[in-house]
């Protein structure tokens, strides 16, 4: 237990060493940054990309725990592999982008959980549903072509159905389960 909290101590004490001292607004780069989404239909393996994502990160390196998160996802510019596939997800029966064009998480609570481990508590909307979640996150300070910048990653298990993702023939799970894998790998800079 000593160790895990003087590692836990020394990570906050990293993390306050690479980041400003006051609480600094950090905004998404869209270039180095992605966000997939994996899913199956039947038993083969898909995989797609929100290749329109805009994020700003409000983090206090000195209160770990206050923080404020703010993502847009633009579903419209869902990215895979067939034109189908794509037919399909921005149709009324899954995504239904003409009606909610955006899914979006926030969050104003975060919880150190290891070294460089934190969880945001927070609310995720897709669609109209709209389902407190908590968001679990690795976050890692490096340089951005010689800036500083943090890296964040994850990855979560959302259960489509809760959000209305598939109505009508996409509601059955006997082909395309309920589970859908999301798996975040951003970069941001201090604005």
Same mark, same amino acid.
């Given at each position: 237990?000593?160790?895990?909290?003087?590692?836990?101590?020394?990570?906050?004490?990293?993390?306050?060493?690479?980041?400003?001292?006051?609480?600094?607004?950090?905004?998404?780069?869209?270039?180095?940054?992605?966000?997939?989404?994996?899913?199956?239909?039947?038993?083969?393996?898909?995989?797609?990309? #929100?290749?329109?994502?805009?994020?700003?990160?409000?983090? /206090?390196?000195?209160?770990?725990?206050?923080? &404020?998160?703010? %993502? !847009? *996802?633009?579903?419209?510019?869902?990215?895979?592999?067939?034109?189908?596939?794509?037919?399909?997800?921005?149709?009324?029966?899954?995504?239904?982008?003409?009606?909610?064009?955006?899914?979006?998480?926030?969050?104003?609570?975060?919880?150190?959980?290891?070294?460089?481990?934190?969880?945001?508590?927070?609310?995720?909307?897709?669609?109209?549903?709209?389902?407190?979640?908590? #968001?679990?996150?690795?976050?890692?300070?490096?340089?951005? /072509?010689?800036?500083?910048?943090?890296?964040? &990653?994850?990855? %979560? !298990? *959302?259960?489509?159905?809760?959000?209305?993702?598939?109505?009508?023939?996409?509601?059955?799970?006997?082909?395309?389960?309920?589970?859908?894998?999301?798996?975040?790998?951003?970069?941001?800079?201090?604005?």
């Amino acid at each position: 237990m000593r160790t895990f909290l003087n590692r836990a101590l020394s990570g906050i004490a990293l993390l306050i060493i690479g980041l400003p001292a006051n609480a600094a607004m950090w905004v998404l780069d869209p270039g180095l940054s992605q966000v997939i989404f994996q899913y199956s239909y039947g038993t083969d393996p898909y995989e797609g990309r #929100f290749s329109n994502v805009a994020a700003k990160f409000d983090i /206090d390196p000195m209160r770990p725990g206050s923080c &404020s998160f703010d %993502v !847009t *996802i633009h579903i419209e510019n869902i990215d895979v592999d067939s034109p189908e596939v794509l037919d399909y997800l921005l149709d009324y029966e899954l995504f239904d982008v003409d009606t909610w064009p955006t899914a979006s998480f926030k969050a104003e609570k975060c919880r150190l959980t290891g070294v460089t481990s934190f969880d945001s508590d927070g609310t995720l909307t897709i669609r109209d549903q709209t389902k407190p979640m908590t #968001f679990p996150f690795e976050l890692d300070i490096e340089t951005c /072509d010689g800036q500083v910048c943090f890296h964040l &990653s994850s990855e %979560v !298990t *959302i259960n489509r159905l809760d959000f209305g993702v598939g109505q009508g023939y996409w509601a059955n799970t006997a082909e395309v389960p309920n589970e859908v894998v999301v798996k975040v790998d951003v970069y941001a800079l201090q604005q």
